[in-house]
Protein backbone atom coordinates (compact mmCIF):
# COMPACT_ATOMS: atom_id res chain seq x y z
CA UNK A 1 0.00 0.00 0.00
CA UNK A 2 1.21 3.39 -0.96
CA UNK A 3 2.61 5.98 1.77
CA UNK A 4 1.99 9.18 1.00
CA UNK A 5 3.90 10.97 3.30
CA UNK A 6 5.53 13.51 1.65
CA UNK A 7 8.64 15.80 2.68
CA UNK A 8 9.17 19.14 0.77
CA UNK A 9 12.14 20.78 2.63
CA UNK A 10 11.84 21.32 6.15
CA UNK A 11 8.21 19.81 6.31
CA UNK A 12 6.49 16.71 6.66
CA UNK A 13 3.25 16.17 5.32
CA UNK A 14 0.87 13.70 5.39
CA UNK A 15 0.10 13.58 1.50
CA UNK A 16 1.49 16.18 -1.44
CA UNK A 17 -1.37 17.66 -1.99
CA UNK A 18 -2.37 21.02 -1.37
CA UNK A 19 -4.69 23.27 -1.59
CA UNK A 20 -3.39 26.61 -3.95
CA UNK A 21 -3.46 30.15 -3.06
CA UNK A 22 -6.74 31.91 -3.53
CA UNK A 23 -8.93 28.94 -4.82
CA UNK A 24 -9.88 27.61 -1.33
CA UNK A 25 -10.18 30.89 0.71
CA UNK A 26 -9.44 30.13 4.37
CA UNK A 27 -10.85 26.71 3.67
CA UNK A 28 -14.44 27.33 5.63
CA UNK A 29 -16.16 26.48 2.21
CA UNK A 30 -14.31 23.37 1.25
CA UNK A 31 -14.77 22.14 4.24
CA UNK A 32 -17.80 21.54 3.59
CA UNK A 33 -17.11 18.83 1.10
CA UNK A 34 -13.26 17.82 2.45
CA UNK A 35 -12.28 17.17 5.94
CA UNK A 36 -9.37 20.01 6.13
CA UNK A 37 -6.79 17.56 7.74
CA UNK A 38 -7.18 15.72 5.12
CA UNK A 39 -5.09 17.67 2.84
CA UNK A 40 -1.56 17.96 2.76
CA UNK A 41 -2.45 21.56 3.39
CA UNK A 42 -4.17 24.43 2.41
CA UNK A 43 -2.35 27.53 1.28
CA UNK A 44 -5.10 29.95 1.91
CA UNK A 45 -5.69 33.53 -0.01
CA UNK A 46 -3.00 35.92 -0.29
CA UNK A 47 -3.13 38.27 2.46
CA UNK A 48 -2.13 41.80 2.89
CA UNK A 49 -0.94 44.00 5.94
CA UNK A 50 -4.42 46.21 5.23
CA UNK A 51 -7.86 44.59 3.78
CA UNK A 52 -7.50 45.46 -0.44
CA UNK A 53 -11.02 45.80 -1.93
CA UNK A 54 -9.46 44.04 -5.10
CA UNK A 55 -10.29 45.44 -8.33
CA UNK A 56 -13.69 45.93 -10.00
CA UNK A 57 -16.30 43.53 -11.55
CA UNK A 58 -16.30 41.55 -13.99
CA UNK A 59 -13.15 39.60 -12.19
CA UNK A 60 -13.56 36.33 -13.98
CA UNK A 61 -14.16 34.52 -17.26
CA UNK A 62 -14.01 31.01 -18.68
CA UNK A 63 -11.76 30.43 -21.88
CA UNK A 64 -10.94 27.57 -23.91
CA UNK A 65 -9.36 25.27 -21.10
CA UNK A 66 -9.52 27.45 -18.19
CA UNK A 67 -10.46 30.76 -16.82
CA UNK A 68 -9.05 34.43 -16.52
CA UNK A 69 -9.12 36.13 -13.14
CA UNK A 70 -8.18 39.94 -12.10
CA UNK A 71 -9.41 39.38 -8.71
CA UNK A 72 -6.58 41.71 -7.23
CA UNK A 73 -5.98 40.18 -4.31
CA UNK A 74 -8.90 41.29 -2.54
CA UNK A 75 -8.81 39.92 1.69
CA UNK A 76 -9.23 41.46 4.62
CA UNK A 77 -5.76 41.70 6.21
CA UNK A 78 -3.46 39.84 7.95
CA UNK A 79 -4.72 41.16 11.06
CA UNK A 80 -8.15 38.97 10.73
CA UNK A 81 -6.18 36.06 9.59
CA UNK A 82 -4.68 35.66 12.09
CA UNK A 83 -7.76 36.57 14.64
CA UNK A 84 -10.56 34.77 12.93
CA UNK A 85 -8.84 32.00 10.11
CA UNK A 86 -5.59 30.69 11.42
CA UNK A 87 -7.26 29.63 14.77
CA UNK A 88 -10.05 27.84 12.71
CA UNK A 89 -7.53 26.44 10.70
CA UNK A 90 -5.57 24.94 13.19
CA UNK A 91 -8.84 23.44 15.01
CA UNK A 92 -9.81 21.66 11.77
CA UNK A 93 -6.20 19.84 12.24
CA UNK A 94 -5.01 21.59 9.04
CA UNK A 95 -1.26 22.31 8.01
CA UNK A 96 -1.32 25.66 6.90
CA UNK A 97 0.25 27.61 4.14
CA UNK A 98 0.21 31.58 4.94
CA UNK A 99 0.47 33.67 1.41
CA UNK A 100 1.86 37.02 1.62
CA UNK A 101 1.37 39.81 -0.81
CA UNK A 102 2.14 43.93 -0.89
CA UNK A 103 2.71 46.58 -3.28
CA UNK A 104 5.97 47.17 -1.32
CA UNK A 105 9.13 45.50 0.06
CA UNK A 106 7.90 47.21 3.21
CA UNK A 107 4.63 45.82 3.00
CA UNK A 108 5.58 42.49 2.60
CA UNK A 109 8.14 42.76 5.54
CA UNK A 110 5.08 44.31 7.78
CA UNK A 111 2.88 41.50 6.79
CA UNK A 112 5.97 39.21 7.69
CA UNK A 113 6.48 40.40 10.64
CA UNK A 114 2.68 40.16 12.12
CA UNK A 115 2.58 36.51 10.99
CA UNK A 116 5.51 36.13 13.15
CA UNK A 117 4.35 37.43 16.18
CA UNK A 118 1.33 35.92 15.77
CA UNK A 119 1.35 33.45 13.53
CA UNK A 120 1.80 30.89 15.67
CA UNK A 121 1.09 27.28 13.79
CA UNK A 122 1.75 28.23 10.55
CA UNK A 123 4.00 25.74 8.50
CA UNK A 124 5.51 27.80 5.94
CA UNK A 125 4.65 31.28 3.87
CA UNK A 126 4.31 31.42 0.24
CA UNK A 127 5.26 34.45 -0.97
CA UNK A 128 3.00 35.95 -3.71
CA UNK A 129 5.30 38.17 -5.42
CA UNK A 130 3.03 38.87 -8.73
CA UNK A 131 2.10 41.65 -7.43
CA UNK A 132 2.79 45.32 -9.07
CA UNK A 133 5.59 47.29 -7.64
CA UNK A 134 4.85 50.43 -6.92
CA UNK A 135 8.23 51.57 -6.30
CA UNK A 136 9.26 50.14 -10.04
CA UNK A 137 6.80 51.38 -12.38
CA UNK A 138 4.17 48.56 -11.04
CA UNK A 139 6.17 45.96 -12.96
CA UNK A 140 5.54 42.99 -10.49
CA UNK A 141 8.09 41.67 -8.47
CA UNK A 142 8.85 38.14 -9.75
CA UNK A 143 9.55 39.87 -13.01
CA UNK A 144 12.57 41.67 -11.55
CA UNK A 145 16.12 39.40 -10.10
CA UNK A 146 16.32 42.68 -8.51
CA UNK A 147 13.20 43.01 -6.96
CA UNK A 148 12.78 39.47 -5.92
CA UNK A 149 15.90 38.93 -4.41
CA UNK A 150 15.06 42.31 -2.21
CA UNK A 151 11.41 40.96 -1.19
CA UNK A 152 12.70 37.28 -0.40
CA UNK A 153 15.31 38.64 1.78
CA UNK A 154 13.64 40.97 3.82
CA UNK A 155 11.05 38.70 4.16
CA UNK A 156 13.40 35.78 5.45
CA UNK A 157 14.58 37.91 8.06
CA UNK A 158 11.57 38.81 9.24
CA UNK A 159 10.30 35.77 9.33
CA UNK A 160 13.63 33.93 10.52
CA UNK A 161 12.92 30.05 11.07
CA UNK A 162 9.38 29.75 9.21
CA UNK A 163 10.07 28.16 5.62
CA UNK A 164 9.35 30.08 2.72
CA UNK A 165 8.24 29.53 -0.79
CA UNK A 166 8.14 32.55 -3.23
CA UNK A 167 6.10 32.08 -6.12
CA UNK A 168 7.36 32.77 -9.12
CA UNK A 169 5.48 34.20 -12.46
CA UNK A 170 6.24 32.34 -15.91
CA UNK A 171 5.64 35.28 -17.49
CA UNK A 172 9.40 36.08 -17.91
CA UNK A 173 12.06 35.70 -20.34
CA UNK A 174 14.39 33.70 -17.45
CA UNK A 175 12.77 32.10 -15.01
CA UNK A 176 15.83 30.26 -13.82
CA UNK A 177 17.58 33.82 -13.20
CA UNK A 178 14.47 34.94 -11.16
CA UNK A 179 14.39 31.52 -9.13
CA UNK A 180 18.30 32.35 -8.78
CA UNK A 181 17.92 35.54 -6.98
CA UNK A 182 14.94 34.31 -4.60
CA UNK A 183 17.47 31.20 -3.65
CA UNK A 184 20.04 34.23 -2.97
CA UNK A 185 17.91 35.60 -1.06
CA UNK A 186 16.77 33.13 1.42
CA UNK A 187 14.01 31.22 -0.18
CA UNK A 188 14.03 27.26 1.42
CA UNK A 189 11.54 26.43 -1.76
CA UNK A 190 10.24 27.84 -4.36
CA UNK A 191 6.19 27.51 -5.79
CA UNK A 192 5.98 27.15 -9.32
CA UNK A 193 4.15 28.51 -11.28
CA UNK A 194 1.40 31.43 -10.88
CA UNK A 195 -1.41 32.43 -13.35
CA UNK A 196 0.06 33.33 -17.24
CA UNK A 197 -0.78 36.39 -18.50
CA UNK A 198 -3.95 36.86 -20.67
CA UNK A 199 -6.58 38.76 -21.81
CA UNK A 200 -10.27 38.13 -23.79
CA UNK A 201 -12.72 40.36 -25.72
CA UNK A 202 -16.08 40.05 -25.92
CA UNK A 203 -16.43 41.14 -29.67
CA UNK A 204 -20.57 42.26 -29.68
CA UNK A 205 -19.71 45.05 -27.11
CA UNK A 206 -15.48 45.12 -28.02
CA UNK A 207 -15.32 45.41 -24.11
CA UNK A 208 -12.28 43.51 -22.83
CA UNK A 209 -14.26 40.59 -20.82
CA UNK A 210 -12.24 41.39 -16.99
CA UNK A 211 -12.89 45.15 -15.83
CA UNK A 212 -8.86 44.95 -15.48
CA UNK A 213 -8.57 44.03 -18.91
CA UNK A 214 -5.79 41.95 -18.66
CA UNK A 215 -5.58 39.30 -16.19
CA UNK A 216 -4.11 35.74 -15.09
CA UNK A 217 -4.70 32.30 -16.94
CA UNK A 218 -4.87 29.31 -15.14
CA UNK A 219 -6.60 26.09 -15.26
CA UNK A 220 -5.63 23.05 -18.20
CA UNK A 221 -4.17 25.00 -20.66
CA UNK A 222 -1.61 26.07 -18.79
CA UNK A 223 -0.30 23.02 -17.30
CA UNK A 224 2.52 22.34 -19.98
CA UNK A 225 3.53 25.30 -19.38
CA UNK A 226 3.82 24.69 -15.05
CA UNK A 227 5.56 20.99 -16.09
CA UNK A 228 8.31 22.94 -18.36
CA UNK A 229 8.49 25.37 -15.42
CA UNK A 230 9.72 22.64 -12.69
CA UNK A 231 11.41 20.70 -15.29
CA UNK A 232 13.95 24.02 -15.91
CA UNK A 233 14.23 24.78 -12.63
CA UNK A 234 14.76 20.97 -10.74
CA UNK A 235 17.43 20.33 -13.38
CA UNK A 236 19.41 23.73 -12.17
CA UNK A 237 18.70 23.63 -8.65
CA UNK A 238 18.14 19.99 -7.95
CA UNK A 239 18.17 20.40 -4.51
CA UNK A 240 15.47 23.01 -4.44
CA UNK A 241 12.31 21.88 -2.95
CA UNK A 242 9.35 22.43 -5.24
CA UNK A 243 5.35 23.24 -5.10
CA UNK A 244 4.52 22.47 -8.35
CA UNK A 245 1.06 24.21 -9.65
CA UNK A 246 -0.86 25.15 -12.78
CA UNK A 247 -3.74 23.53 -14.11
CA UNK A 248 -3.89 20.14 -12.13
CA UNK A 249 -6.76 18.66 -13.18
CA UNK A 250 -6.59 14.97 -12.43
CA UNK A 251 -3.74 12.88 -10.84
CA UNK A 252 -1.86 12.44 -13.59
CA UNK A 253 -1.47 16.23 -14.18
CA UNK A 254 -0.24 15.96 -10.62
CA UNK A 255 2.57 13.07 -11.43
CA UNK A 256 3.62 14.79 -14.33
CA UNK A 257 4.83 17.82 -11.85
CA UNK A 258 6.22 15.16 -9.01
CA UNK A 259 8.34 13.44 -12.15
CA UNK A 260 9.35 16.85 -13.40
CA UNK A 261 10.66 17.93 -9.98
CA UNK A 262 8.03 18.83 -7.73
CA UNK A 263 7.99 17.65 -4.09
CA UNK A 264 4.50 18.22 -3.67
CA UNK A 265 1.73 19.75 -5.51
CA UNK A 266 -0.77 22.56 -5.09
CA UNK A 267 -4.75 22.26 -6.90
CA UNK A 268 -5.91 25.45 -7.96
CA UNK A 269 -9.11 26.37 -10.59
CA UNK A 270 -9.98 22.44 -10.34
CA UNK A 271 -11.62 23.14 -7.02
CA UNK A 272 -14.39 25.36 -8.00
CA UNK A 273 -14.93 22.42 -10.64
CA UNK A 274 -14.93 19.84 -7.87
CA UNK A 275 -14.02 21.26 -4.12
CA UNK A 276 -13.06 17.69 -2.96
CA UNK A 277 -10.45 17.89 -5.88
CA UNK A 278 -7.57 17.40 -4.18
CA UNK A 279 -8.53 14.08 -1.96
CA UNK A 280 -9.31 12.87 -5.92
CA UNK A 281 -6.18 14.01 -6.86
CA UNK A 282 -4.43 12.11 -3.54
CA UNK A 283 -6.14 9.28 -4.11
CA UNK A 284 -5.06 8.78 -7.77
CA UNK A 285 -1.20 9.62 -6.66
CA UNK A 286 -1.89 6.43 -4.51
CA UNK A 287 -3.39 4.29 -6.79
CA UNK A 288 -0.63 4.86 -9.53
CA UNK A 289 2.20 4.06 -6.74
CA UNK A 290 0.44 1.05 -5.96
CA UNK A 291 0.30 0.06 -9.83
CA UNK A 292 3.45 1.20 -10.02
CA UNK A 293 5.07 -0.61 -7.03
CA UNK A 294 6.17 2.92 -5.81
CA UNK A 295 6.23 2.66 -1.60
CA UNK A 296 7.32 6.65 -1.27
CA UNK A 297 6.66 9.39 -3.25
CA UNK A 298 9.92 11.16 -2.76
CA UNK A 299 11.05 7.61 -5.08
CA UNK A 300 8.84 10.13 -8.25
CA UNK A 301 10.41 13.28 -7.44
CA UNK A 302 12.30 14.24 -10.16
CA UNK A 303 11.95 10.52 -11.70
CA UNK A 304 11.46 12.01 -15.32
CA UNK A 305 13.62 9.64 -18.14
CA UNK A 306 15.21 11.34 -20.52
CA UNK A 307 17.38 9.57 -23.12
CA UNK A 308 20.46 10.61 -23.47
C1 LIG B 1 -9.63 33.04 -8.74
C2 LIG B 1 -8.17 32.86 -8.45
C3 LIG B 1 -7.59 33.57 -7.40
C4 LIG B 1 -6.23 33.43 -7.13
N1 LIG B 1 -5.68 34.12 -6.09
C5 LIG B 1 -4.36 33.95 -5.79
C6 LIG B 1 -3.78 34.62 -4.68
O1 LIG B 1 -4.41 35.34 -3.93
N2 LIG B 1 -2.46 34.42 -4.47
C7 LIG B 1 -1.68 33.60 -5.25
O2 LIG B 1 -0.48 33.45 -5.01
N3 LIG B 1 -2.23 32.93 -6.31
C8 LIG B 1 -3.53 33.09 -6.57
N4 LIG B 1 -4.09 32.39 -7.62
C9 LIG B 1 -3.24 31.49 -8.42
C10 LIG B 1 -3.41 30.04 -7.97
O3 LIG B 1 -3.00 29.88 -6.63
C11 LIG B 1 -2.58 29.08 -8.85
O4 LIG B 1 -1.20 29.32 -8.64
C12 LIG B 1 -2.87 29.25 -10.33
O5 LIG B 1 -4.25 29.45 -10.55
C13 LIG B 1 -2.40 28.04 -11.14
O6 LIG B 1 -3.00 26.84 -10.72
P1 LIG B 1 -4.36 26.25 -11.36
O7 LIG B 1 -4.15 26.26 -12.85
O8 LIG B 1 -4.49 24.89 -10.77
O9 LIG B 1 -5.45 27.16 -10.96
C14 LIG B 1 -5.43 32.54 -7.91
C15 LIG B 1 -6.04 31.82 -8.96
C16 LIG B 1 -7.39 31.96 -9.23
C17 LIG B 1 -7.98 31.17 -10.35
Known amino acids: MA ?3 SRLGPLDLQNPVLAASGTFGAGREGSVFVNLDELGGI ?60 NTVDEFV ?7 TGGRGIAAVEVNISCPNLEDRNNMFSHSPAATAAVV ?8 RVPIFPKLSPNVTSLSKIAEAALNG ?6 LVNT ?9 TRRPKLAG ?17 VHEIHSNFPHVPIIGQGGIAGAEDALQLILA ?3 AVAVGTMNFVDPSACRTVAEGIASYMDRHHVTDVAELVGALKIEG
Open 3 to 5: ILT
Open 261 to 263: GAS
Open 186 to 191: GADGLS
Open 110 to 116: RVADKLR
Open 43 to 102: IVKSMTVTPWKGKPTPRMCETPSGMLNAIGIQNKGVDRFISEDLPWLLKQGATVFASIAG
Open 153 to 160: GKVKAALK
Open 196 to 204: VFGMAIDVE
Open 213 to 229: VVGGLSGPAIHPIAVRA
